[in-house]
Nanobody, 122 residues
């Protein structure tokens, strides 16, 4: 499984941004996909997850963020709204071969995208 994150960039506070994660390889083995973010000097922070094949829901909303998937397009998305300067970070998509919940450690994810930088200016 290979993951390629994209869509990061510079956005003003209050703006929106949609990140994408392209999936290639043995996507049929994926059970859980998630978005994380990380700022320098801090641990990676879990944002949202979605069951890739086992969830009828195609999107999950948490506060200002929405995770969604398009299995046909082999893609995962993260829609971010009302962005704040503190949202500035490198955002990573991740995949696991296991069904995980929100409490799962990032070490449970076997595959990671390279990260895409989101910078929110005040």
């Amino acid at each position: 499984v290979q993951l390629q994150a994209s869509g990061g960039g510079l956005v003003q506070a209050g703006g929106s941004l949609k990140l994408s994660c392209a999936i290639s390889g043995d996507e049929f083995s994926i059970r859980t996909m998630a978005w994380f973010r990380q700022t320098p000097g801090k641990e990676r922070e879990f944002l949202l997850l979605i069951k890739y094949w086992h969830d009828v829901s195609t999107e999950i909303v948490k506060d200002r963020f929405t995770i969604s998937k398009d299995n046909a397009k082999k893609s995962l998305f993260l829609q971010m709204k009302s962005l704040k300067p503190e949202d500035t970070a490198v955002y990573f998509c991740a995949a696991s071969l296991f069904l995980l919940d929100d409490n799962a450690s990032d070490e449970m994810y076997e595959y990671w995208g390279q990260g895409t930088l989101v910078t929110v200016s005040s």
